[in-house]
């Protein structure tokens, strides 16, 4: 395959792998996508592993992350960069609210949690008190 | 012919797959769903990746689809373009209806409106009184009062005429 003139390309994948070669930071990213089997008509997840440069070193294992085509393949296997993280892993941030979410809760309300509950154990102090 | 066991297994023929008619532009390189299993307000779009998913890969083979199952409180869908751009479309308590109309008029190719040859050269014919012939209003210009009228009828001027003047240029230069 040439690959002295890169196509665009956009993928999503996930980070699941972190290494170096020479001064360059790599990092493998599992994009998945859907193969159609043609005897059962059905789509299955078919994976593709890609080598990514990655030239700020911020992302961790388990990001899920935006990979475009470099202008031109650094080695032989090494053609795509990481454009952007689009959900970190632990810090997920929805992007409709711009809040900080857990699953279905956002974390701001555990953070209301936690607070109710330091409340409540000053109340009972006080009333403590007061009956003495 | 495939196995039609499972739920709906009316997805996974030839025909139904084809049937599809969701193009997305192709601009678009990903769209990633997300939405929560057993919300109320993800009903719709559950429905609709569950029915128009195939289909919608079947017409787009370059379109990488993402399902993300309960990562945000709130389930939308999002596109990812070739120049790095990303639209978002919020999905919170939409049925699968709405977001059908929703995608199909904002985020796929509308099919072009081809003329037919003919028809447009009719059009231009009749609108145009500088074209004449079949289709116009005229057939020639002779029709026309202030024009050389048609030698058909009336003989044209013998300076007009190629025969006359080619036999002219031979009389001079014989002489």
Same mark, same amino acid.
């Given at each position: 395959?040439? $690959?002295?003139?890169?196509?665009?390309?956009?993928?999503?994948?996930?980070?699941?792998?972190?290494? =170096?070669?020479?001064?360059? /930071?790599?990092?493998?990213?599992?994009?998945? /996508?859907?193969?159609?089997? $043609? $005897?059962?008509?059905?789509? +299955?997840?078919?994976?593709?592993?890609?080598?990514?440069?990655?030239?700020?070193?911020?992302?961790?294992?388990?990001?899920?992350?935006?990979?475009?085509?470099?202008?031109?393949?650094?080695?032989?296997?090494? +053609?795509?960069?990481? /454009?952007?993280?689009?959900?970190?892993?632990?810090?997920?941030?929805?992007?409709? =609210?711009?809040?900080?979410?857990?699953?279905?809760?956002?974390?701001?309300?555990?953070?209301?949690?936690?607070?109710?509950? $330091?409340?409540?154990?000053?109340?009972?102090?006080?009333?403590?008190?007061?009956?003495? | 012919?495939?196995?039609?066991?499972?739920?709906?297994?009316?997805?996974?023929?030839?025909?139904?797959?084809?049937?599809?008619?969701?193009?997305?532009?192709?601009?678009?390189?990903?769209?990633?769903?997300?939405?929560?299993?057993?919300?109320?307000?993800?009903?719709?779009?559950?429905?609709?990746?569950?029915?128009?998913?195939?289909?919608?890969?079947?017409?787009?083979?370059?379109?990488?689809?993402?399902?993300?199952?309960?990562?945000?409180?709130?389930?939308?869908?999002?596109?990812?373009?070739?120049?790095? @751009?990303?639209?978002?479309?919020?999905?919170?308590?939409?049925?699968?209806?709405?977001?059908?109309?929703?995608?199909?008029?904002?985020?796929?190719?509308?099919?072009?409106?081809?003329?037919?040859?003919?028809?447009?050269?009719?059009?231009?014919?009749?609108?145009?009184?500088?074209?004449?012939?079949?289709?116009?209003?005229?057939?020639?210009?002779?029709?026309?009062?202030?024009?050389?009228?048609?030698?058909?009828?009336?003989?044209?001027?013998?300076?007009?005429?190629?025969?006359?003047?080619? @036999?002219?240029?031979?009389? @001079?230069?014989?002489?």
């Amino acid at each position: 395959m040439n $690959r002295t003139g890169m196509a665009a390309m956009v993928r999503i994948g996930q980070v699941i792998k972190k290494s =170096t070669r020479g001064d360059l /930071n790599l990092v493998k990213v599992r994009a998945q /996508n859907m193969k159609l089997d $043609r $005897r059962l008509m059905i789509y +299955f997840p078919a994976k593709r592993d890609r080598w990514c440069v990655e030239q700020q070193n911020q992302t961790k294992i388990g990001d899920i992350v935006i990979m475009k085509n470099l202008p031109h393949a650094v080695d032989k296997d090494v +053609f795509t960069k990481v /454009n952007e993280v689009l959900y970190s892993v632990g810090n997920i941030k929805d992007p409709i =609210t711009g809040r900080l979410c857990r699953g279905t809760e956002f974390i701001d309300e555990e953070q209301r949690a936690q607070e109710v509950g $330091r409340r409540q154990v000053e109340q009972m102090t006080q009333k403590r008190t007061i009956i003495e | 012919m495939p196995f039609l066991k499972g739920v709906a297994p009316i997805r996974y023929t030839k025909a139904y797959l084809e049937a599809g008619k969701l193009i997305l532009q192709p601009e678009i390189r990903v769209m990633t769903i997300n939405y929560n299993v057993n919300q109320k307000a993800s009903s719709g779009i559950y429905k609709f990746q569950f029915w128009h998913l195939p289909q919608i890969k079947y017409k787009n083979h370059q379109l990488q689809i993402l399902r993300f199952k309960n990562m945000t409180p709130t389930p939308f869908i999002q596109f990812f373009f070739i120049n790095g @751009e990303k639209q978002i479309i919020d999905v919170h308590g939409r049925t699968q209806e709405e977001i059908y109309d929703h995608i199909h008029n904002t985020f796929c190719e509308q099919p072009a409106v081809v003329k037919p040859y003919y028809e447009e050269r009719k059009k231009d014919c009749l609108f145009n009184p500088a074209n004449f012939g079949y289709h116009c209003r005229h057939w020639c210009i002779c029709e026309i009062p202030g024009q050389v009228p048609c030698p058909g009828y009336s003989k044209l001027p013998d300076n007009m005429r190629a025969k006359k003047n080619k @036999e002219m240029q031979e009389q @001079e230069k014989a002489t």
